[in-house]
Every structure is written in C-alpha cells, then in structure tokens.
C-alpha cells in the first residue's frame, strides 16, 4: 500500500452542488485537514457548475505532477486504470446488484474501491467486486455547527413540532412515504408541521403531488397544509430551517450516506430514516423497518441503474407513521434533551479532521 507522505490526485464533480458533489468536496477537506497532500480536478455532469469552497481553490492550483495515487470519484463505467498511479475508485451505490451495468468490472480494473457505508460495501462485493473495498464515509465542518445562530425565520414553525425531509425530489427519495405517514397520523389542528426542502424542482409540482396523496388517502376533507422550499438557498438559511426543526425523517429507498441527515445531526436534530440503508453507520434517532423490493420509477438514473432487476428498501408507511408519533411525544421533555445531545455527539465523529485520519490510515 502507499505511504502517507504520497500526492493524491482527486478527480470528482465536486463543483456541481449535488449530493454526490458534496461527497467529494466533503473527501478532498477531509484529506487537506488531515495533511494529505491532495490535488483537486473537476469532472461534472450538470449543465452548470456551481460555486465550491475556496481552499478547493487553492488546492487546485498546485500541479499534478508527481501524483502517486489518484482517486477517481466518478460513475465506474468511466474509471481508467492508468499504472503510472495507485488506482483508487470511488464507488456509491443505492441499490444491488450492479452488475447489468457491469459496474463490478470496472471496480475489478480499479487497485482499491472505496464506499460511503458498509451497506455499500456490502452491495459491492455481493455484485462481484473483488477488489479490497474500504468504507470512507462523508464528513462535515464540525466548527460551523458550534453555536450556529439561526439567520432566518419560518412563522409557520413557531410554536409546532417541525418535521423535516431535505433532498432531490426524485424516486429514490420516497417522499411519498413521508407525506402518507404524516398524514395519516396528524390532523391538521395538531402543532405540528412537515418542512421539505428539496431541489430540482417547482414548488407548484411539490404542491400538487402531496395533494394528490392526501385525496388519495381519503381521510379527510381538509389537511394540514406542508411547508415546501424549493430550489437552492444560502447555507446560513439552509441550517437556519435544520435548526429550527425538532426531527429530520429520511424515508428514502436507498441511501450509501446522507449528508442532511448528518448536518441535522450536528444542530441537535435526531432522524428517522429507512433501516437496511448507509444511514444505519451514523444515524443517531430510530430505524424505520424496511422491506427489500425490486426498483422500481427510477427514470432519472441511467438507463440501466436502478431497473426492477435490482432491489432497495421499502420503508413501511405505518412503522413510519409510529415513528413520527413517538418523535412528536417527547416534545419539550428530557427524553427530546438526551436525543439532540446525543445525536450531536455521533455527528462529532464525522468532522473533516476525524475521517480525514480514517482516510489517512486506509492509504496507509
């Protein structure tokens, strides 16, 4: 294995502002915090970048040249082995197996695979990876975190209890699951509210799908009305909604991390989220029982990634619908005190400089 004194080149889209960019802006800190020498190059795959953290900057203007090992956090089917390097692919999976894209083998083409969760690591080797795959989780600026002031105010979350789901409005993120769960055990005189904030998207098409759910459910002729944010906002307004909410739920079907699930975490808010996931290494709050079903509405990912061939994880609705309840019950009490201390504490462990030393002892 390579030595701790080599120069890394990391290759990743981490200037375009999504979930799986945010991973590797998330990998390259971690690695600068930790003393690597490690050199940043851009790849994407939107049609517009976004801006990045400035010490990325200034990473990327140190040359090349004389890279021992290169990182290449990229969709497998474009990793290249080239021998003038120790090749490290990083690799995030969903779902299982992978292997009609035929993902497998070019991991097998990589000298290393890294993964964001044992789930994925998990998913990888039952695919027919063999090569040695490591577990680097993402990570956060723990200092950001610390004593964060809110800079925002949402009227509608005086007062109530405060769900709140943050993520892309595709399939994968089951919002459905949510909007039914919440639904079917909160009226709308109860003090309490779901938030989404989610992307890639319009407000009237968020509107219209959790009306469409609440007449499908038949419950009621009125319904609590959901609070939706759409589309990209300033961070300092972004952890100001985080704050001020008293339970993140993720219901998604599949998930090798879950970077707002960790930044809720670090402002005191435990999770709810789907077991059998990657979020079951880092989040502190309550496993909703899961099933494994086969994919299914993934048109938004490649044409051969996420078909019914494979399967993720379906969350069940009123094990779900008992988790809100039994979240919402320890309102303003000791119980709620203890779950947002203790959810702080595991989201210490993924400061930058924490999982840049883990980094550190892998190339080791």
């Known amino acids: 294995m390579p030595a701790t004194d080599k120069k890394i080149l990391y290759i990743g889209n981490y200037r375009d502002g999504t979930g799986w960019g945010n991973a590797a802006v998330s990998n390259i800190l ?4 930790a003393g690597l020498n490690v050199v940043p190059r851009a790849i994407t795959y939107e049609a517009q970048t976004t801006d990045y953290p400035a010490r990325i900057k200034q990473l990327e203007a140190q040359s090349s040249e004389g890279c021992d090992i290169c990182v290449q956090h990229m969709l497998p089917h474009l990793f290249s082995y080239d021998s003038s390097y120790y090749n490290i692919g990083f690799v995030t999976t969903e779902s299982y197996p992978v292997r009609d894209i035929g993902w497998h083998s070019h991991c097998n083409l990589m000298d290393e695979i890294w993964t964001m969760s044992f789930c994925s690591k998990g998913q990888l080797a039952r695919s027919g990876v063999t090569k040695p795959i490591m577990v680097v989780p993402s990570s956060i600026d723990m200092s950001k975190y610390r004593d964060f002031k809110p800079t925002i105010e949402i009227k509608e979350m005086n007062g109530c209890f405060n769900f709140v789901f943050a993520g892309e409005w595709i399939e994968r993120k089951n919002a459905a699951a949510l909007i039914k769960a919440f639904h079917l055990e909160f009226g709308p005189n109860d003090p309490v509210n779901l938030v989404i904030k989610t992307s890639r998207t319009t407000a ?27 589309g990209k906002i300033q961070e300092d307004q972004y952890k100001s909604i985080l704050y001020a909410s008293q339970c993140f739920v993720m219901p998604s079907r599949g998930e090798s991390f879950c970077i707002p699930a960790l ?35 993934a048109v938004d990912t490649l044409p051969h990634l996420d078909t019914a061939r494979g399967n993720w994880m379906e969350i069940d609705v009123r094990q779900l619908q008992f988790a809100l309840r039994s979240a919402f019950m320890k309102w303003n009490t000791s119980a709620m005190e203890h779950a947002s201390k203790k959810a702080k504490d ?19």
């Open 263 to 297: 930044e809720a975490m670090a402002l005191g808010v435990p999770t709810i989220y789907t077991n059998g996931t990657g979020m079951n290494d880092f989040c502190y709050g309550q496993a909703v029982e899961s099933r494994e079903v086969p994919c299914f509405g």
């Open 204 to 230: 009237d098409v968020v509107e219209k799908y959790c009306s469409q759910i609440k007449q499908g459910l038949k419950l009621r002729k009125d319904y609590r009305k959901e609070i939706i944010i759409c």
């Open 346 to 364: 595991a989201a210490k462990e993924y400061d930058y400089a924490k999982i840049g030393q883990k980094i550190k002892e892998i190339i080791k």
């Open 30 to 33: 971690a690695m600068d915090a």
